[in-house]
């Protein structure tokens, strides 16, 4: 079962430079997540979205976007990487809506650094 | 608001020793609390959980207990393995929010 799927799992970027981080699901759910992880700080939502076509701001959105491409895909851009943003991400699902209080399953995370 | 505080890592013991992760919770109204585990390299993983006051959550030898009146869900374990070597997390869900809140994880490392 190949679950939640990240890609790329590492990258280094430059200041100022963009990309975007990849994310599908194939147990056919309805909410994605995106979390970044801190020393320290455990798990902080970037953006979510309830469903496809639907997008809302988490905790700490500055300095991204997100696109929910089809009901499996989810993906995070950073358009002018900083070095705050170095971090590990995590792309997440769950079945039903956010308030359904269903267990989220986590992919192993994109490792990103920013010099 | 809401948050979650788990005691301080990293925590380390020798295999077959008792284990208590330590996680309490400020919340509005009735949340769903939980335990996620983090191994080397992974993402994370849910352990167990408890949606209601008095719950007990248990999985894999592990078990937490929802205690409305502490305001805690800490976890424990009778006996650890090396293999339980991992990154703990604690979280709440707010039906209030729809958010799921985390704790800052705390390492565990089990000796042979």
């Known amino acids: 079962n190949a679950g939640v799927t990240q890609t790329p799992k590492f990258q280094v970027l430059k200041t100022g430079q963009s990309m975007t981080l990849q994310c599908a699901q194939d147990?056919?759910?309805?909410?994605m997540y995106w979390y970044r992880q801190d020393p320290g700080m455990g798990l902080r939502l970037i953006y979510y979205?309830?469903?496809?076509?639907?997008?809302d701001k988490g905790e700490v959105p500055n300095g991204y976007n997100v696109s929910r491409l089809n009901k499996r895909e989810f993906s995070l851009r950073l358009e002018s990487a900083a070095p705050s943003q170095t971090s590990v991400y995590f792309c997440?699902?769950?079945?039903?809506?956010?308030?359904?209080?269903?267990?989220?399953?986590f992919g192993d995370g994109t490792r990103l650094s920013i010099l | 608001g809401n948050s979650v505080t788990q005691m301080e890592g990293p925590v380390t013991l020798s295999e077959e020793a008792f284990l208590t992760i330590n996680c309490t919770y400020t919340?509005?109204?009735?949340?769903?609390l939980f335990w996620y585990v983090q191994y080397p390299g992974e993402g994370l993983q849910l352990l167990l959980k408890?949606?209601?006051?008095?719950d007990k959550g248990s999985n894999k030898g592990f078990e937490a207990t929802y205690r409305k009146e502490t305001t805690s869900f800490h976890l424990e374990k009778g006996s650890v393995q090396v293999s339980d070597s991992a990154v703990y997390f604690c979280?709440?869900?707010?039906?209030?929010?729809?958010?799921?809140?985390f704790g800052q994880g705390t390492t565990l490392q089990v000796k042979p």
């Open positions: 408890a949606t209601k006051a008095d």
């Open positions: 979205s309830a469903s496809e076509g639907t997008t």
């Open positions: 147990m056919n759910h309805n909410s």
């Open positions: 997440a699902s769950s079945e039903g809506g956010p308030t359904a209080n269903q267990p989220q399953h």
């Open positions: 919340a509005t109204g009735y949340p769903s």
């Open positions: 979280a709440l869900f707010s039906g209030n929010t729809g958010k799921l809140i």
